[in-house]
């Protein structure tokens, strides 16, 4: 069963973060002929005071 996980900033709606799992949905189904119904994906929202890299806080990209 395919477990995809993504982290990601808050701000996304449950809108988009459905776009995108359809969108990964589609690319097993197409690319390793996975059952659809075996596909999990899973959006954990981690605020941007909680990302770190090499010890120091990460800052969240400005939006353009």
């Known amino acids: 069963m395919p477990l995809v996980k993504i982290d990601l900033y808050?701000?996304?709606?449950?809108?988009?973060?459905?776009?995108?799992?359809?969108?990964?949905?589609?690319?097993?189904?197409?690319?390793?002929?996975?059952?659809?119904?075996?596909v999990m994906v899973i959006f954990n929202d981690t605020p941007a005071q909680d990302w770190f890299t090499a010890g120091a806080p990460m800052q969240r990209p400005a939006k353009s």
Request: hydrophobic letters at 30%; glycine letters at 6%; zero cysteines.
């Open 10 to 38: 808050p701000g996304r709606s449950p809108g988009q973060k459905h776009e995108v799992a359809n969108a990964i949905t589609r690319v097993f189904v197409e690319k390793l002929a996975s059952d659809p119904r075996d």
